[in-house]
């Protein structure tokens, strides 16, 4: 089969782009024809509100990034207090217009450290904790203990008895987790504050079953099922004080239905509880907020060219796969008459209802509780008006930071695809490990240089082992880069840059800083020494 020339590249139609969207498309009507170049040039102006781009190169956080090469090497991950801060704030100005009974815990896991802590403090907000060092790192970052919500599947004794004696709100996994704090509380003499995490949701409003933490198959929460067990037991409880529900449905949930279907059931347990003769203090509807990482037109086009790559490949024509391998990570095919049909079902990297949005969505929409539709506010107000806490995590640092690379070497796969191989790996950057990242990219030196077309590229790490592909899915740059260039990989604030991180071959994981609104800077994390790899 003959290679496809770059210049027999797809053009989305209005008609088309419409029906690039994420449910039933059909692969063939995206056409193939002469490339417009201004309609697929991609948009490089950052989001973050601390990237610069009007240069001749990058600048993040007001410093050059040949400034941050010279002076903490790459690959380097930096995170930008004032877009942490910004992202806090728009979630507690939706709190004062529509439910001002209400508090932020801020999920640890998405970034920990002291000086990320610091700034959740200065906001007001809280943490929520999941481990003994997230709960010592969150009362190192001046939180208050009783700010700090202690949450997991499987606490240790140590952080139940932390939590015990400091005033931490602990919540129970489960019920024999709940009879664990119960009886420890006892012995130490304290009355701590405890909820009952919440899971065993089912049916078509929940997310998909590769995110979800709340529903039938779960290590997480409690099951519904279990509920009537659960008031028996409160009721000889004396230990404790209850103070009410927590769910936590997944995470990057780009639709409100999973989370308005979830708070109409916390709804519903609290009126019971109440029933029952207890107070409902407090609703946790959890985290899961999500961002989207593309403007609607950019998770069109990808959704285009994945299609049409695919629709090819049936033909015999690999050269326009959009996906390493072909690969099919979140999609599924379906037949439509005679034709197949490749539907998207996967995590989504664009919506319409991103962070604070999400929240208002669900505060202005309406919940299900005993069959009838009442406005969530509303029926929060029916049940005493509890406190309602929320735990965004990712929505709250992942805008805030950029990972830098380096390019090592390009050349073609195939004698069709290009593919850029950079001197970080999957290992440093988790989303390549989970699912197929969309996230943005950019060349961050020689701004002003612009190819004819953009340069389509796999991105491949230095690794010693094969699936070490940072995208899955082909991406587009300002230009063809040469060796030594910089590339910026936009919104890997959360969990990319350390929670899978490893010294696979024996590279050191990368440093990561963290810049105040003055230009200060602080490491969150130095970048390993040999001796440290090994432990000498």
């Known amino acids: 089969m003959m290679e496809m020339k770059r210049r027999d590249f797809i053009k989305l139609t209005a008609s088309a782009a419409l029906a690039a969207g994420a449910i039933g498309t059909d692969i063939f009507s995206v056409e193939a024809a002469e490339h417009d170049s201004e309609f697929f040039r ?21 410093y050059p990034v040949s400034w941050w090469d010279q002076n903490y090497g790459m690959p380097l991950h930096v995170h930008y207090a004032g877009q942490i801060r910004s992202n806090l704030r728009a979630y507690m100005q939706v709190f004062n217009e529509l439910y001002k009974n209400a508090e932020i815990r801020y999920a640890a896991k998405a970034c920990t450290h002291p000086g990320v802590f610091r700034i959740i403090r200065q906001e007001g907000a809280g943490a929520d904790v999941a481990s003994d060092n997230e709960a010592r790192c969150a009362l190192d970052g001046g939180i208050k203990p009783e700010l700090i919500d202690v949450n997991g599947n499987a606490k240790s004794d140590d952080l139940i008895k932390t939590a015990i004696v400091k005033d931490m709100l602990i919540i129970a996994n489960d019920i024999d987790e709940f009879q ?118 950019q998770w069109e086009h990808i959704l285009g060219r994945i ?58 929409g309406n919940i299900n509780v005993e069959g009838r539709s009442v406005n969530t506010v509303s029926a929060l107000k029916e049940i005493g008006e509890p406190v309602l806490v929320i735990e965004p995590g990712r929505s709250i640092v992942e805008d805030s930071g950029v990972t830098l690379l380096k390019v090592l070497r390009t050349r073609r796969i195939g004698g069709v695809h290009d593919m850029t191989t950079v001197n970080i790996g999957e290992t440093s950057f988790a989303a390549a490990m989970n699912g197929m990242p969309f996230n943005r990219w950019s060349v961050a030196t020689e701004l002003k240089t612009f190819d004819e077309l953009p340069y389509e590229t796999f991105i491949a790490g230095q ?65 390993d020494t040999y001796e440290q790899i090994f432990s000498l």
């Open 42 to 62: 991609p948009d490089y102006t950052s989001s973050s509100g601390f990237v610069n781009l009007s240069e001749s190169q990058a600048y993040i956080a007001g």
């Open 180 to 297: 664990i704090i119960s009886e420890m509380a006892s012995a130490i003499g304290k009355s701590p504050r405890v909820m009952l995490r919440i899971s065993g949701l089912d049916g078509d409003n929940l997310v998909d079953s590769l995110i979800t933490t709340a529903g039938p198959w779960t290590k997480f929460g409690c099951s519904l099922n279990s509920m009537p067990e659960f008031f028996e037991l409160l009721k000889k409880t004396a230990t404790v004080r209850f103070m009410g529900f927590h769910v936590h449905i997944g995470s990057q949930v780009t639709r409100p239905e999973p989370f308005l279907f979830a708070a109409g059931k916390l709804v519903e347990l609290s009126k019971t509880l109440q029933a029952k003769g207890h107070k409902c203090s407090m609703i946790n509807i959890g985290g899961g907020y999500p961002v989207s990482y593309l403007t609607k037109e």
């Open 307 to 364: 299609r049409f790559g695919y629709s090819k490949s049936l033909e015999g024509d690999n050269s326009a796969l959009w996906t390493w391998a072909g690969s099919l990570n979140g999609f599924t095919v379906s037949k439509k008459g005679k034709e197949k049909v490749l539907n998207f079902s996967g995590k989504e990297y664009y919506c319409e209802h991103a962070k604070e949005n999400m929240l208002r969505t669900i505060l202005t």
């Open 463 to 527: 690794l010693c082992f094969s699936s070490d592909m940072l995208t899955k899915c082909k991406v587009e740059l300002q230009h063809k880069p040469k060796k030594g260039e910089i590339l910026i990989i936009y919104c890997t604030g959360a969990y990319n840059s350390q929670f899978f991180a490893a010294n696979t071959n024996s590279f050191p994981r990368p440093a990561r800083v963290l810049v105040m609104e003055n230009g200060s800077i602080e490491y969150i994390k130095k970048r």
